[in-house]
């Protein structure tokens, strides 16, 4: 079992826990080249990873894998918070998953010694790390990275690899509605396409028509800035924007609140003036919960 290591700060941390799952060994697992092999009911999943969605097809294929060559990279686990003997998965739970449809009965394993705050920050890298995320999870990491863990935009930037734009751009998908960010996670969106939804004066509106429609990344824009709400609306007539458009700080703030919020956020603010409004849309429930233990957090 590795040595424990001391408690690390953030910033120098996330590096240093990249680098712990980066000395994974790539190559064919044997006894000698991780931990040890652990029967595989001795191993769990992380209830708190952030990852909810595995595509059956590229799981099956993964299975048919390791049926035939066996797990290539070992699982990263800790020993159980709470049940003596038994293992936690930190990384890898998708090979976890193959390799019971593949009915292994052993698993190769690497122990670390990570506390709880250390295997959920290892677990959101390890799925943005990954090439088959789609962009509401993508920008669930990013937000979680930094609202739970402090990191910053330009350190998730340096040691992931992303530039500062695509980060950003991601964490604001998350102030669309949430008819809008199934369609994401469905496929039926792009990313690009969501980025012009963000500006829209009716996001799902607009999405149902692009996806019907099969419009392009340059048409979506050119709907979402014509100044025209409802455009494709079944009922009444278009409605246009107010000619006193916002201006660019104040669009800017209500994309940074939405995504750091979850939740779309208009604010209403003559220039000039020190008053104005600020509306918070909710799409569930739960999202109004959410908003009320965040106004309710005492300082």
């Known amino acids: 079992m590795a040595d424990k290591k001391p408690k690390r700060g953030l910033g120098r941390g996330l590096s240093a826990l990249m680098a712990d799952v980066a000395e994974t060994p790539e190559v064919n697992s044997t006894l000698a080249q991780s931990d040890l092999m652990v029967p595989i ?13 595995f595509d059956k097809d590229q ?41 019971q449809m593949a009915k292994l009965h052993q698993v190769p394993v690497i122990i670390r010694e990570f506390d709880d705050t250390e295997v959920l ?6 799925n943005i790390q990954r090439a088959d995320l789609n962009p509401v999870e993508e920008a669930a990491g990013y937000s979680q990275l930094m609202e739970k863990f402090g990191h910053t935009q330009e350190k998730l930037a340096e040691v992931l690899g992303k530039s500062r734009s695509h980060i950003a751009n ?19 969106l792009s990313a690009g396409h969501a980025r012009a939804l963000i500006t829209a004066d009716d996001p799902a509106a607009l999405a149902r028509q692009v996806i019907k429609k099969d419009l392009s990344v340059r048409e979506t824009e050119k709907l979402a800035k014509s100044g025209v709400a409802n455009i494709f609306a079944e009922k009444g007539k278009p409605t ?38 600020v509306t918070i849309n909710y799409s569930t429930l739960e999202e109004l919960d959410d908003l009320c233990r965040m106004l309710s957090v005492s300082r």
């Open 121 to 126: 920050e290892v677990a959101i890298i390890e």
């Open 41 to 53: 009911e001795k191993v769990s999943a992380n209830p708190d990873q952030p990852r909810r969605t």
């Open 59 to 99: 799981l099956t294929d993964l299975s048919n894998s390791i049926r035939e060559k066996g797990i290539i990279q070992p699982l990263i686990v800790r020993t159980h918070p709470r049940r003596s003997g038994e293992y936690e998965i930190v990384a890898g739970e998708r090979r976890w998953r193959a390799a």
């Open 170 to 188: 991601c964490v604001r998908l998350l102030g669309l509605p949430e008819e809008v960010r199934g369609y994401l996670r469905d496929g039926k």
């Open 240 to 277: 246009r924007k107010s000619s006193s458009d916002k201006d660019a700080d104040t669009k800017m703030l209500e994309g940074d609140l939405s995504a750091n919020l979850g939740m779309k956020v208009a604010i209403d603010h003559k220039p000039g003036q020190e008053n104005g409004a």
